[in-house]
């Protein structure tokens, strides 16, 4: 099967620090990836090298074969990359559906209409669906800046969602979480995941949902990727033990 | 709101503010509504870019002055009819609003401000030097001739005070109309986050000048009432404090409710009369009073009341 994603030989540089380093990897199709490694390891960097947020010094990042690097960022969007943020990015003014409703009517292009007026009774309709997906439908009508904390990540990742699109970049939808809201998120995560039959990459700390939930696990390390495998190739790979926790996994874990 | 309602409910205004001015028949009174029509507009068009937008212009009233001058001096070559010179006008600030535009808006915030402010002393010096053609300090010198045109005359006070309400209720209605379009929700989404909406495929840059120009087409057509108003154009329409005064009005009224500007601009305009009636030291009263309303209540008076009515409503549960 060919990759929905493809990236080849990416290299970012910030003055002399190397943040992504020739860094290749593929992505199939509907596929449910995550990436992990310590703090500084360019995760964000690499997300932000394939939306468009900054240009790669070298390399190639294809999506279903289309070189997208360097493109801005409304293009790398409308191609079908969405993405969330570590921090939530809303739009604090506005309620739940009414930032929905934007967002589909972004999506559908018709965001540059003065003559209609807003909400268009198909965006809203499919906004609802989306609230439905993501379990905001309860906050429908509460202006995003009073959110809790991992509403307002959801609300980040279904405005993402509200874009259709084919590949779903998450930077740490768990950040900042209790424990047992970490896992309301990932399973909701998992549950868009299987619903939508995107291909989604997932940046993410946490090893127990990192291990449960990933088909396959990328680590990079100083920009570059260390290993890459299944839950069970990861745990196991004598680098890895290393280089991220200097101790054996399972230790690290119990 | 709907906007048939809207329709209504400004042609009802329309109709109340005229048959005020028309029945009174004092020429005070039929002044006052005039420059409070005028001045209303000015702030709501300024508003469209502060309030909805999230762009703080500090150069606002260098549409008002650019309305005014070349509609002024369009009239005065006595070859063109009112509304064809009012059809110029509008087209050259259209150009205008687009070329400062497309360099403002590559700045964000106070650098945004300034870059406004700068185009806008620009304009000014243009108008207060180019004396031959302006006028300069004088301003356009002999009156801007208003000949009839379609039964309209408006060398007639009653008549020019009449289409004065109409055009401005009308531009109120259709600025309206462009905030509540999918576009105005649009400018929202950039305003409260530009980075967001640019992820989301916004085409934040070519929004962010489309909402430029149009709100300099609207402070010009206020430029444009005004001075057939006072039948001439005066270099102070261009300078910086009648975008500061626009910018008070607007922070006055309240910028997140589509009518503050317009209270802002009426209590504006009465807080400058009653002061200037009961002291000679006009700037530090108006100083003091606007210090209160900004650290007292720390937003605009529409705001306050919208927060209120906000807060009322009830909350959802937190997330199961």
């Known amino acids: ?254 | 709101m709907t906007a048939r309602l809207e329709l209504i409910l400004g042609a009802v205004f329309a109709a109340v503010l005229i048959a005020i001015g028309l029945s009174l028949g004092d020429k005070a009174v039929i002044d006052v509504l005039m420059r409070l029509s005028i001045f209303s507009l000015l702030a709501l068009s300024l508003n469209i870019l502060v309030g909805y937008t999230g762009l703080v212009s500090f150069g606002h009233a260098m549409f008002f002055g650019f309305g005014a001058y070349v509609f002024g001096l369009l009239m005065q070559t006595n070859a063109i009819s009112i509304p064809a010179a009012a059809a110029v006008t509008l087209l050259a600030t259209c150009v205008w609003g687009a070329v400062s535009g497309a360099l403002c808006i590559r700045l964000t915030e106070i650098y945004f401000s300034f870059l406004t402010l700068a185009f806008q002393m620009l304009l000014y010096s243009v108008i207060a030097g180019w004396v031959s053609l302006t006028g300069g300090d004088q301003g356009l010198m002999g009156g801007i001739p208003r000949p009839p045109f379609l039964g309209i005359d408006l060398a007639q006070p009653r008549q020019l005070f009449v289409l004065t309400v109409i055009v401005s209720v009308l531009s109120a209605l259709a600025i309206r109309q462009i905030v509540q379009s999918p576009f105005g929700y649009a400018l929202r989404m950039i305003r409260d986050n530009a980075e967001r909406a640019r992820f989301l495929g916004v085409p934040v840059q070519r929004y962010k000048l489309q909402a430029f120009v149009l709100s300099g087409i609207f402070g010009s057509l206020a430029g444009i009432l005004m001075s057939l108003y006072v039948s001439g154009a005066y270099p102070n329409f261009a300078f910086w404090t009648l975008s500061g005064d626009a910018i008070i009005m607007i922070v006055l009224g309240g910028i997140t409710v589509f009518l503050g500007p317009v209270l802002g601009a009426v209590l504006f305009q009465f807080l400058n009369d009653y002061i200037n009636r009961i002291t000679e030291h006009h700037g530090m009263v108006m100083g003091v009073v606007l210090l209160v309303i900004v650290l007292g209540l720390r937003k605009g008076v529409l705001d306050v009341l919208d927060e209120w009515r906000q807060s009322r409503k009830p909350r959802p549960e937190a997330a199961p």
């Open chain 1, 1 to 254: 099967m060919t990759a929905r994603l493809t990236i080849d030989g990416l290299i970012r540089r910030f003055g002399g620090v190397v943040a992504t380093d020739n860094v290749s990897m593929d992505f199939a199709p509907g596929s449910l990836s995550a990436i992990i490694g310590p703090n500084g390891a360019g995760k964000t960097t690499f997300f932000n090298l394939i939306t468009g947020k900054l240009k790669p010094d070298a390399g190639t990042i294809k999506l279903d074969g289309v070189d997208i690097g360097g493109r801005p960022e409304a293009d790398i969007v409308r191609m079908g990359i969405g993405r969330a943020f570590q921090v939530a990015s809303i739009f604090p003014r506005f309620t739940v559906e009414e930032s929905l409703t934007a967002a589909v009517l972004s999506h559908r292009r018709q965001t540059g209409s003065m003559f209609q007026r807003f909400p268009l009774p198909a965006a809203t309709a499919r906004a609802k669906e989306i609230m439905d997906l993501a379990g905001l439908s309860h906050a429908a009508a509460t202006p995003s800046r009073f959110l809790s904390h991992g509403d307002q990540k959801l609300l980040d990742i279904a405005l993402a969602l509200a874009l259709e699109p084919k590949v779903l970049l998450l930077d740490e939808p768990t950040a900042g979480m209790g424990p047992d809201e970490r896992w309301k998120m990932i399973e909701r995560v998992q549950l868009l995941w299987r619903q939508v039959g995107m291909t989604l990459v997932f940046i993410e700390h946490d090893m127990d949902i990192v291990f449960k939930i990933a088909q396959s696990i990328r680590v990079l390390r100083y920009g570059s990727v260390l290993a890459e495998g299944t839950a069970e190739e990861i745990r196991t790979n004598q680098a890895v033990i290393d280089a991220y926790l200097g101790t054996s996994l399972e230790e690290a874990l119990a």
